[in-house]
T-cell receptor
Framework: GAVVSQHPSWVICKSGTSVKIECRSL??????MFWYRQFPKQSLMLMAT?????????EQGVEKDKFLINHASLTLSTLTVTSAHPEDSSFYIC?????????????FGPGTRLTVL | QKEVEQDPGPLSVPEGAIVSLNCTYS??????FMWYRQYSRKGPELLMY????GNKEDGRFTAQVDKSSKYISLFIRDSQPSDSATYLC???????????FGPGTSLSVIP
């Protein structure tokens, strides 16, 4: 299947700092990527839809000024957690799909574990 | 009401058993149904991908979708300790849409 990577896989930061997480599609182009968040022992919840060349679409209750998304190319989307606080500590996962004829599955990255001290 | 519901478990079975995992969903617009496997501290891995109602088999795994009752099932035959993970069922309206996940069922296969 198609490969989606994330970097870093794990990050610890101090409260009040900003953290950038990268999501890359390695062997296909992705005009749309999705960002999810997963708290311990809970399921994945969609945060936002990242569209190449345009503004992201955020789910209800997700602060767009806190979670900045930039989809600058067809293979890269970034999520920046600004002024991070301990309650932002979570597992952040992105997804994308080739969405070409014959392959319309969606693949998930390995996730980034964020710990805010 | 959540769009996708499943029993969180935990479910514990002996090695070699047949495992049955079930979900219900409420969104009639869902056309694509998936099962993902997630190991601790890892991203979800796509196991089965089904369009509309019907059965799909892949090795030891069989997925069933009944749109009339909004019921999704995953069967695992000859379960192995390596199958111990959280299993997430999910639905999508279109193939390039966001994935709506259930809460996941934790499975342990005991050697």
């Amino acid at each position: 299947g198609a490969v989606v990577s994330q970097h870093p896989s794990w990050v610890i930061c101090k409260s009040g700092t900003s953290v950038k997480i990268e999501c890359r599609s390695l062997d296909f182009q992705a005009t749309t990527m999705f960002w999810y968040r997963q708290f311990p022992k809970q399921s994945l919840m969609l945060m936002a839809t990242s569209n190449e060349g345009s503004k992201a679409t955020y789910e209800q209750g997700v602060e767009k000024d806190k979670f900045l998304i930039n989809h600058a190319s067809l293979t890269l989307s970034t999520l920046t957690v600004t002024s991070a606080h301990p309650e932002d500590s979570s597992f952040y996962i992105c997804s994308a799909g080739p969405w070409t004829s014959g392959n319309n599955e969606q693949f998930f990255g390995p996730g980034t574990r964020l710990t805010v001290l | 009401q959540k769009e996708v519901e499943q029993d969180p478990g935990p479910l514990s079975v002996p090695e070699g058993a047949i495992v049955s995992l079930n979900c219900t969903y409420s969104n009639s617009a869902f056309q694509y149904f998936m099962w993902y496997r997630q190991y601790s501290r890892k991203g979800p891995e796509l196991l089965m991908y089904t369009y509309s109602s019907g059965n799909k088999e892949d090795g030891r795994f069989t997925a069933q979708v009944d749109k009339s009752s909004k019921y999704i099932s995953l069967f695992i035959r000859d379960s192995q300790p390596s199958d111990s993970a959280t299993y997430l069922c999910a639905g999508m309206k279109t193939s390039y849409d966001k994935v709506i996940f259930g809460p996941g069922t934790s499975l342990s296969v005991i050697p």
